[in-house]
């Protein structure tokens, strides 16, 4: 309950909450060996201190996510590092997701809706999709992941034709969806819904906020 509510306060950007994460995040890094955060807190402190810090934040957290040795610590790393507000932070990390080297395949598909669900990120999963499609389903990803999760994510939150669009020309612009033809048109009638909720609702809601 208690990690509930420091994720709402976080979430919502109250300044006592913002500034307890980066204190607790701030001696870790002073401290790498000797990590007091509550493990109950550790996921809402990181992603707290990494969407409020910067490069020297993020690439801390992802040093210890290479030299993490437990499952949830590097699940927790993992999805903190999503977090960042900072775009190119962001690119890097999604071309790390499909680096061996860097990260393991079978991290990619969840790093990619995890960056797709971060409202900075969207836009530059959903390219990094596109562009990287078939080098992520034919040469990488193969057996690890169908690439249905993140157009989902990702097409959750379209509510204009124009994307729309965008999304139907990106169906028609390769060969072959291979597994993920099924999230494909789940995400097609996903749009096509939150559209036909903006025409009917829109003016509405639009009433209700000046009379509030």
Known sequence: ????????????DLPECITDAKRQFDDWMKKPQDNKINPD????????????????????????YKQSTTASETDNLLRSLACSEVPWILQRYLQYAITPEEIRKQETGS??????????????????????????????????????????????VFNTEFELQQLLDFGE????LHRAKTSYKQAIETVQANIKWMKNSIDTVEKWLVQS
Not at 1 to 12: K, T, Y
Not at 131 to 156: C, E, F, M, P, T
């Open 41 to 64: 807190m550790r996921y809402i402190i990181y992603c707290t201190a990494i969407r409020t810090g910067g490069e020297e934040e993020w690439n801390f957290a992802y040093r210890q």
């Open 1 to 12: 309950m208690m990690s509930e509510v420091s994720s709402i306060a976080c979430d919502f």
């Open 173 to 176: 612009s390769i060969a072959d």
């Open 111 to 156: 790093i990619l809706v995890n960056v797709a669900s971060n409202k900075i990120g969207r836009s530059i999963a959903w390219n990094f999709v596109q562009s990287k499609w078939d080098y992520i389903h034919d040469d990488y990803l193969a057996g690890y992941w169908n690439g249905g999760g993140v157009i989902k994510q990702v097409a959750r």
